[in-house]
C-alpha cells in the first residue's frame, strides 16, 4: 500500500542503485531474492524520519539527501604500512587480524594464525556465492530500514566462529578501511558466534586511509550470537575525520550465563547512528554497554538501544558519556524490555553528557517496559558543564585553562573508557579519545 | 614581598562584601600566621590570594614581588609562586595523581623556562618528597584525593606544594584533620620550604601548628579586616582569651 508513497531523492537513487547493482553484489538464488525482499521492505518503509519514534532526533530522510554510489571493489592495492598508519593506536596490539578495504575482505592484510580448531573465518561474500542453505537463516527480517538496506547491498564482511570452549588468547581484530577516493557506499554485515563456553574480544576499527574520500556512507551490521556460559567482548572504534556517515546496529543474543561487554567510541562523524539491540535468551546473563561519544562543529551522534530481558535472572548495565562541543547534538535512546517471565531482573542505565559549548545538545530518552514484578530497575540521565571548583583548584596548581579543561574531560570519559577490559584495547581507545579532545 | 593594600572583596554571585579592607604585607623569608573566627574571611583571603572568580576585588590590590596579581588568572600566579594549600581540597575522579603533579610541575617549569623533568627524573623527585610526607606509592596511583581520608588530603597538598616549590605558600587550616604525628609530619614538610626566598601565610585556628612554624607575626582577622597584629605569643593569649575582643568591636 505504501509503494506510491512519494519518495525522496535519496529513495529513489537507492532503488535505481540496487537495481544497477544487483546482478554484480554476490549471490544468486535465494541471495537474490533475499536482497530484492529486503530492497522491497526498505522502499514501503523509506528512509526513517523524525515521526518514526526511534528516529525522533535523527531524520535520515531529512539528513540523508543524497546516497553516494555503491562501493566498487578497489583496484588501489594497500599496503599493511598504510594499514598500520591508518589503525593508530590499534596497530600495536597482538591481535588475529582481519580486514575489509572497502567492504571487501582483503586475505592479503588478514592475519589470522589461530587454529581452526579455534576460529572459524570465512568471507560473507565467498559464502553468499555458495549459497549453503544454513546461511539463510542467519538474515533476520525485521531490523527496520537500514538493516534491510544492508540486507540488499552487503557486498561482504566475515562469518567469524569461535567453537566451543575455545579461547583464541588474544583479541581479533576487524578492521573496516576506507579508501576510496570518491564518496560511497559501503554496505557490510559480520556474523559472529561465540559458541558455548567460549571467549573472544571483538575489536571492530573504523578507519580511514591517507586519501580516502569524505562524505562517505557506512551501513554495518553485525549479528552477535554468545553460547551458553560463553563471554564476548565487543568494542568498536570510530574517530573519523572524514565527515562520514556512518551507520551501525549491533544485535546481539545471549545464551544461558553468557556475558557480553560491548563498548563503542564515536568520535566526529558527521553523522552516526548507532543502534545496540540486545535480547537475554537464557537465564543468568550479564550484560555491560558502555560507551563515549565526542562530537564537535555541527556533528551529530545517536546511540540507541534495547535491552530486552525476556528471560528472569539476568543483570543488564548500561554507561553512555558524550563530550558535545560546538553545536554537536548528542542523543541518547535506552529502553529497557523487562517481560512478564522476567523476575529477578537487575538493570541499570546512565547517560552522561559533558557540555563543552552553550550551543551544543544532549538529548535523552530513556524508556522502561516492565511488565514483571520482582525486578529492579533504574535509569539516569546528566547534562553538566565542567566543574568549575575543579577548574580553579587545577589552575592554582599551574595548569592552563585549555589543559586543565582537556585533563578534566579525559576523566569524565574515562568512567566509561575504565570498562574496557583488555588492556591493550582500553588504552588504544584512550588513546584516540585524547587525540580527539586534544584537536580543536 | 607580598603586598595586600586595602583589599576589599565580595562574592560575585551576591555581592556580599567578605574582604573589607585588609592591609598587609609579608616580607620574603618571614612566615605569618593568620588566625580568626569561622567565618571571618580567611578562606576568601586565601581564594582572592589565588586567584578564585567566586570573588571580585572592588577595592584595593595585591602586589607579588612588586607586581600586582589581581588580573592575572590562578595558573599565571602560580606560575608567580603563588601557591595554596587549600582548607577543602578537592577530588578529582579519573585523573591519577602521579599525572596530574607532572601536569601541573611540566606547566609551572615551562611558564618559568626550565625544561620538562623526563619521566625518571619526575618519578625520582616525587617518589623522594612522598616519602618524606608518609605518601605512599598507592596513593600516587589513585585519582587525585579521591577517597582519600581528610589528613591524607592535606598530606597531598603539601606534596603538591613541595614539589611545585612556590615562593609564596598559603596554607588554609592545613592542621586541621591531622592527627598529632601528622601535624609534624605535615609542618616539617612546610617548614623545609622555609627560606630567604619564601613568603607563608599560614591560617590556622590552633596555636599547636606554630609550635613546629613559628611565626614571625600574628594577625588576627575578623570581620574581614586585620584587627590586631602582634608576636607569636599572639597566639597563646587567643588559647586563653578568645576572639570575643575582636568579633564585639569594630562593627
Ligand atoms: N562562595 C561563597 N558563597 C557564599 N558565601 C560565601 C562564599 N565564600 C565565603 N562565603 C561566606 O563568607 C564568609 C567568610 O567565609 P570564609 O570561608 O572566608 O571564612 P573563614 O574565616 O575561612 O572561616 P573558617 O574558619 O570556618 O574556615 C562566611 O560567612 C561564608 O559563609
Ligand atoms: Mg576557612
Known sequence: MNVTTLKTKAESQLREQFDAAAEKLPGTGWVSALRARAMDAFAAEGLPHRRVEEWKYTDLRERLRDVPAPGAATAKTVTSTDLDRALGPFAAIDAERIVLVDGVYSADLSKVSAEATVIELMSLAAMLEKAPAWLEGKFSSNGGAVVALNTAFMSDGVLLKVRKDQDPGKPVLLVHARTATEPTALAVRNVISVEAGAKLTLVEAHVTLDGAARGALSNIVTDVTIGDGATCDHIKSLADATASTHLATWTTKLGKDATYRGFQLTASPALARNDINILFNGEGGKLDLSGAFLARGAEHIDTTLVVDHAVPHCESRELFKGVLDGRAHGIFQGKIIVRPDAQKTDGKQMSQALMLSPDAQFSSKPELEIYADDVVCGHGATCTEIDADLLFYCRSRGIPPDVARAMLTESFIGEAVEKIENEAVREAIGTLAIDWLRTK | ?251
Open chain 2, 1 to 251: 614581598m607580598l603586598e595586600i593594600k586595602n583589599l576589599h572583596a565580595r562574592i560575585a554571585d551576591d555581592g556580599a562584601e567578605i574582604l573589607r579592607g585588609i592591609d598587609l604585607v609579608v616580607p620574603k623569608g618571614e612566615v605569618h600566621a593568620i588566625m580568626g573566627p569561622n567565618g571571618s574571611g580567611k578562606s576568601t583571603l586565601a581564594y582572592v590570594l589565588a586567584g578564585r572568580d567566586d570573588y571580585e576585588v572592588t577595592e584595593g590590590d595585591i602586589f607579588w614581588n612588586g607586581e600586582s596579581i589581581l588580573e592575572m588568572g590562578p595558573d599565571e600566579r602560580a606560575a608567580k609562586g603563588v601557591f595554596l594549600a587549600f582548607q577543602y581540597p578537592m577530588e578529582i575522579p579519573g585523573v591519577a595523581t602521579m599525572t596530574f603533579l607532572r601536569a601541573a610541575l611540566n606547566a609551572v617549569r615551562k611558564k618559568r623556562g626550565l625544561k620538562e623533568l623526563t619521566t625518571p627524573e619526575f618519578m625520582k623527585l616525587v617518589r623522594a618528597k612522598a616519602a618524606e610526607l608518609g605518601v605512599s606509592d598507592e596513593m600516587l596511583k589513585r585519582p587525585l584525593n579521591v577517597g582519600f581520608s581528610g589528613g591524607e588530603k592535606k598530606r597531598m597538598e603539601i606534596l603538591q606544594m613541595s614539589v611545585l616549590e612556590p615562593t609564596l605558600c598559603v596554607l588554609d587550616e592545613t592542621d586541621s584533620g591531622l592527627d598529632i604525628d601528622a601535624i609534624r609530619i605535615v609542618s616539617e614538610g612546610a617548614t623545609k620550604l622555609r627560606g630567604p626566598d619564601r613568603a607563608m601565610l599560614v591560617i590556622t585556628h590552633y596555636q599547636r601548628l606554630l609550635n613546629y612554624i613559628v611565626p614571625d607575626k600574628v594577625h588576627i582577622l575578623a570581620k574581614g579586616r586585620i584587627q590586631k597584629t602582634g608576636g607569636k605569643e599572639l597566639a597563646l593569649e587567643l588559647e586563653k582569651s578568645g576572639y570575643a575582643d575582636f568579633t564585639g568591636k569594630a562593627a
